[in-house]
């Protein structure tokens, strides 16, 4: 019965990476409509987009982390 409900809640905490892969999707979309808009910002706007994808996977990947540290 223990066993099941640690696998229970390791599904649920690694349920956070939906959120995760919902933002960086927003954000290469965000960078595609502004490079469209304004081709001259490119390199700008490409590294925005790549520290905005690393704190969107960061914060994705405390989750299962923490979920490692409970078991």
Do not use: D, V, W
């Not at 696998?7 to 999707?25: D, E, K, Q, R, V």
């Not at 409509?33 to 490119?42: G, I, Y």
């Amino acid at each position: 019965m223990l066993a099941a409900a640690k696998y229970i809640g390791a599904g649920l905490a690694c349920s956070g990476l939906i959120g995760a892969g919902a933002g960086i999707g927003l954000i290469f979309a965000s960078l595609i409509t502004s490079t469209a808009r304004n081709p001259q910002l490119r390199g700008q706007l490409f590294s925005y987009a790549i520290l905005g994808f690393a704190l969107a996977e960061a914060t994705g990947q405390f989750r299962p982390s923490i979920l490692y540290n409970i078991n």
